[in-house]
Nanobody, 124 residues
């Protein structure tokens, strides 16, 4: 069982930045693909970004492309989401997720483990 703990959320003004972190337990983090998803009130959970086990493949949702950057540090069992030029529509609970197969999927159902989420609120 892998435990994922997100941190770094908060309240920011539009145009500002935040960096989310997701720390994973266990010794097999380096084999997992990692993803970031978000869920706004009344909406379904949606894909934000994903990175495969080695960092050699990365994908983003169109809505965040060019503003958000996903990265990972396998030595620290941590995946990051750098979010720049934040907009009110980015307001949501952000979740990190792990896929044991190491493949960077973009769909919720492909991930095996989930964190508890961290709130990001962007004011206009």
């Amino acid at each position: 069982q892998v435990q994922l703990v997100e941190s770094g959320g908060g309240l920011v003004q539009a145009g500002h930045s935040l960096r989310l972190s997701c720390a994973a337990s266990g010794r097999t983090f380096h084999t997992y693909a990692m993803g970031w998803f978000r869920q706004a009130p009344g909406k379904e959970r949606e894909f934000v970004a994903t990175i495969n086990w080695s960092g050699g493949y990365i994908a983003y949702a169109d809505s965040v492309k060019g503003r958000f950057t996903i990265s990972r540090d396998n030595a620290k069992n941590t995946v990051y989401l750098q979010m720049n030029s934040l907009q009110p529509e980015d307001t949501a609970v952000y979740y990190c997720a792990a896929d044991r197969g190491g493949v960077a999927f973009t769909t919720v159902g492909e991930y095996d483990y989930w964190g508890q989420g961290t709130q990001v609120t962007v004011s206009s």
